[in-house]
């Protein structure tokens, strides 16, 4: 497809008003787009939408988990700049503390899916028609987790290895109206989410079964780049650190090998045990 500037386009990001969805919504506006950023927390979105300055940036409170509260974001999107573009689809949460499937609370296992899974679905529900209506275009954000094991992180991974299809298929169904969707993969991003997550000691230990190289984290801002770039690219996918690409390609053989190096590691189960027992 041809290049897609961003210039003149209206942008909704979700969860935008820290970390990757403020970098992204900042480097949009900053590229000539018109964005929204929506979030649960009315003080501090309207400090974000305050922060990227100008009239072209509304600060929105919306929650992915309420239908009619999605669909009222996308439809304050249009009356306030005529239209919308491009949605990303970033709102997303993880399991804390980090449990084993047994272990872990039904109720938060499944917020997380809600929040991660149905929560970009019902963005997609509310803003497609406006995506195919303007030849638009589409990210949605996945993860690493949707080809590695999710260990501790079930339903995060769970919830990213559905966005991946979701987003495949997009792709796919919205080409002939002339829009696009982009899956964007992440490894470990320096946010809150993360940050939040290595707090926790089990965490730290269980990195210690991650090669070395597969740890390194990116900032916010280089996460942005890459999904901006790649929506005016209008690429299929996007995926930073760009090291974790062979085992997306790789995943039917690299998969398998790296459960059984994480089932059989020295570290692994005593710290699995040690969750379950609490």
């Known amino acids: 497809m041809a290049r897609y500037p961003v210039d003149g386009k209206v942008a909704l990001v979700t969860g935008g008003m820290r970390g990757i969805g403020f970098e992204t919504a900042k480097l949009l506006h900053a590229r000539g787009a018109s964005v929204v950023i929506t979030d649960i927390d009315g003080d501090g979105v309207q400090r974000a939408a305050a922060e990227i300055g100008s ?5 929105l409170v919306s929650d992915v988990r309420v239908e009619a509260a999605a669909q009222a974001a996308v439809e304050e999107t249009v009356s306030r700049f005529g239209g919308l573009d491009l949605v990303i689809a970033n709102a997303g949460i993880a399991p804390h503390p980090p449990r084993t499937f047994l272990s872990m609370d039904p109720e938060d296992f499944d917020r997380v899916l809600d929040v991660d899974l149905n929560g970009v679905v019902r ?64 490894g470990f991003v320096d946010t809150d989410m993360v940050a939040e997550a290595y707090s926790n000691p089990v ?41 974790w690409e062979p085992l997306r390609v790789l995943r039917g053989i690299a998969g398998p090998a790296s459960d059984e190096f994480i089932r059989h590691h020295r570290k692994v189960q005593p710290l699995l045990r040690d969750v379950d027992s609490r």
């Open 55 to 59: 009239e072209r940036a509304l600060g």
């Open 123 to 186: 963005t997609m529900r509310a803003a497609l028609p406006q995506i195919v209506a303007r030849s638009g275009h589409v990210v949605l954000i996945s993860s690493i987790y949707a080809f590695t094991n999710g260990v501790l992180m079930t339903p995060y991974a769970a919830a990213k290895a559905a966005v991946e299809q979701l987003g495949r298929a997009l792709r796919v169904e919205l080409e002939h109206h002339g829009a696009s969707a982009t899956v964007a993969y992440f």
């Open 203 to 243: 965490v730290e230990k269980l990195d210690e079964s991650i090669p070395r190289p597969l740890r390194k984290r990116i900032s916010p801002a280089t996460a942005a780049r890459g999904i901006v770039d790649g929506i005016e690219r209008r690429a299929a996918r996007v995926i930073l650190p760009r090291r």
